[in-house]
Every structure is written in C-alpha cells, then in structure tokens.
C-alpha cells in the first residue's frame, strides 16, 4: 500500500523560501506522476505543480519562476522549493501521486506566510 508523507511546511515572511518534502512509500513511485496541490482556508483544492515519471514539470501560473518541483527517485521523495513567497501563497499543501488508477494523497502540511 502506498503512503505518502509530507514535512517542511511551517511560517515564513513573505520574501522567504521553503522547501517541502513528500517521501513515498512502496515501489511505483519512479513510474508515477507526482503533484503537490494547495488548500486555503474556504477555498478549493488546486494544483501547483507536477512533474513526470520522465521529469516533464508544470506550473499554475500564480506559482511559475518561484517554486520548483523535483525528485529524487532513489529516495523515492519529491520536493516542492518555494521561493519569494507571498502572503497569497498561504494553504495547506497536498502531496499526490498518480500510477495507474491509483490516486494517492499525503495528509498535508501546512504554510503560513505573514506580511
């Protein structure tokens, strides 16, 4: 059964970096699209970024030029580096992952940007 573990979230002022982690267990996770989403208060769920078994990265707009998805398949853990950040970019953040049918989701780990 795969699981996935998100940690680095926590406060920041805006300007400053984080770099989230997202470790996967089991043994689908080099086949497998991995994406981080993003939840605020009230609002839905949306996506940030996602890369590609092959390495392919996309971004929603609101996040292009400052933050970077990558992954380290021999530690099965994908990052999500999140730089100049605004207050705006306050939510809960979701890892998923994506193989087959399978749609998998971390429990979230949440970012707190103050102004």
């Known amino acids: 059964q795969v699981q996935l573990v998100e940690s680095g979230g926590g406060l920041v002022q805006a300007g400053g970096s984080l770099r989230l982690s997202c470790a996967a267990s089991g043994s689908i996770f080099s086949s497998s699209v991995m994406n981080w989403y993003r939840q605020a208060p009230g609002k839905q769920r949306d996506l940030v970024a996602g890369?590609?078994?092959?390495?392919?990265?996309n971004y929603a707009d609101s996040v292009k030029g400052r933050f970077t998805i990558f992954r380290d398949n021999a530690k099965s853990t994908v990052y999500l580096q999140m730089n100049s950040l605004k207050p705006e970019d306050t939510a809960v953040y979701y890892c998923n992952l994506r193989w087959t049918v399978l749609n998998i989701w971390g429990q979230g780990t949440p970012v707190t940007v103050s102004a």
């Open positions: 890369i590609t078994s092959g390495g392919n990265t």
